[in-house]
């Protein structure tokens, strides 16, 4: 048993040893950085990003926007996805109770 272990263990450290070789060359192969922006093509990349954020952001002067559970009576401090999970979960209440009420049912003879 003792040998077989052994063998595993050296054979894992190998397996190790070659998986660092690997990602070595591979960051060699990009000038010695690892970063994805070092790559030719991410500067263009970067840049759509941050005119896309300019377009969406917020009013900088507005409030900060909140979890619902931090400050549930005040909803327009919400954030947006939260709003969203409260409309969608009252919609289907209400669907709900409609379908129980108006729903009419099997009828008894």
Do not use: C, Y
Not at 6 to 22: D, I, P, V, W, Y
Not at 34 to 63: C, I, K, V
Not at 68 to 97: C, M
């Amino acid at each position: 048993r003792r040998n077989e272990r052994s063998k595993q263990a050296s054979s894992m450290a190998t397996m190790a040893t070659r998986a660092t070789r690997l990602a070595t060359s591979f960051r060699g192969a990009f000038g010695g950085n690892n970063s994805l922006s070092s790559l030719p093509f991410a500067a263009e990349g970067q840049n759509a990003l941050r005119s896309a954020r300019r377009t969406m952001a917020t009013d900088p002067g507005a409030a900060p926007k909140v979890n619902a559970w931090e400050a549930p009576t005040d909803i327009p401090s919400w954030k947006e996805e939260h709003i969203v999970i409260a409309v969608l979960a009252g919609w289907s209440v209400v669907i709900f109770g409609a379908s129980k009420i108006f729903g009419g049912g099997k009828k008894e003879k």
